[in-house]
């Protein structure tokens, strides 16, 4: 998938990798997060890949903390990151210790390592 229309499309940079998991999957991580909900839960500062939650609601935010201080007479620094290929690339080895550290059951993280094992990349090209 190309992951931005403006970029070179022969640089594959500008290329996002997509999953296609069968129905059986989907159902299957959803029995999982039911069985271990407790225990992968995320940030509540954390604003995307949950739901009821989005970019408006991470602006929105944003925007309110801003008009704060801004009223209150502060000076307002703020940085911006850009962190478009935060999640291209995941570290499994530190994924599963943190798994680990939240008590979740070793068949569990070894179950992961398995089907993460098991995960392939195929490019079609000119289609």
């Known amino acids: 998938m190309l992951s931005n229309v403006d970029g070179n499309t022969f640089t594959t940079d500008n290329y996002t990798g997509i999953t ?5 999957s989907k159902l299957f991580e959803t029995v ?27 602006i929105f935010t944003f925007k309110t903390v801003v008009d704060y201080y801004v009223k209150n007479s ?14 291209d690339i995941v570290d499994h080895y530190k994924l599963f210790n943190i798994l ?3 008590s979740l059951p070793r068949q569990f993280i070894a179950l992961l390592s398995d089907w993460f094992a098991e995960c392939f990349v195929c490019v079609r090209w000119g289609e």
């Open 32 to 58: 999982l997060l039911s069985q271990f909900k407790a225990q992968l839960t995320s940030d509540p500062l954390q604003f995307g890949f949950k739901q009821k939650s989005s970019c408006s609601h991470a």
């Open 74 to 87: 502060c000076t307002v620094n703020i940085c911006a990151l850009d962190v478009s290929k935060a999640f």
């Open 20 to 24: 296609l998991c069968p129905v059986i």
């Open 100 to 102: 680990m550290d939240r």
